[in-house]
Nanobody, 122 residues
Framework: HVQLVQSGGGLVQAGGSLRLSCVASGRAYAMGWFRQAPGKEREFVGAITWRGDRSYYAASVKGRFTISRDNAKNTVYLQMNSLKPEDTAVYYC??????????????????WGQGTQVTVSS
């Protein structure tokens, strides 16, 4: 069983930055980031391979968000810059059983972090 513990988030003005962290138990896993706004479905934000050699982003965040990792700490980061009010959501990190999936399908992920609120004021 994989445990994912998130930290970071909070309230920021539009144009500001925040960084989220996700610590995984055991070892390095490929990791996806998702977000869910009130009344909306959970949507893919981005993902990174377990090696950290490739990352993928949704069109809505590409160029503003960056996913990175420190495998010595089993930690994945989501750096969010130039935040917009529409980025307001609960953000989740997630991984699959094998720890290798880095795609956008929410159904492929088996383990989820507890979620962290990001609120961007205009």
């Amino acid at each position: 069983h994989v445990q994912l513990v998130q930290s970071g988030g909070g309230l920021v003005q539009a144009g500001g930055s925040l960084r989220l962290s996700c610590v995984a138990s055991g070892r390095a896993y490929a990791m996806g980031w998702f977000r869910q706004a009130p009344g909306k479905e959970r949507e893919f934000v981005g993902a990174i391979t377990w090696r950290g050699d490739r990352s993928y982003y949704a069109a809505s965040v590409k160029g503003r968000f960056t996913i990175s990792r420190d495998n010595a700490k089993n930690t994945v980061y989501l750096q969010m810059n130039s935040l917009k009010p529409e980025d307001t959501a609960v953000y989740y990190c997630a991984t699959d059983e094998a720890g290798i999936y880095s795609g956008s399908s929410v159904n492929e992920y088996d383990y989820w972090g507890q979620g962290t609120q990001v609120t961007v004021s205009s």
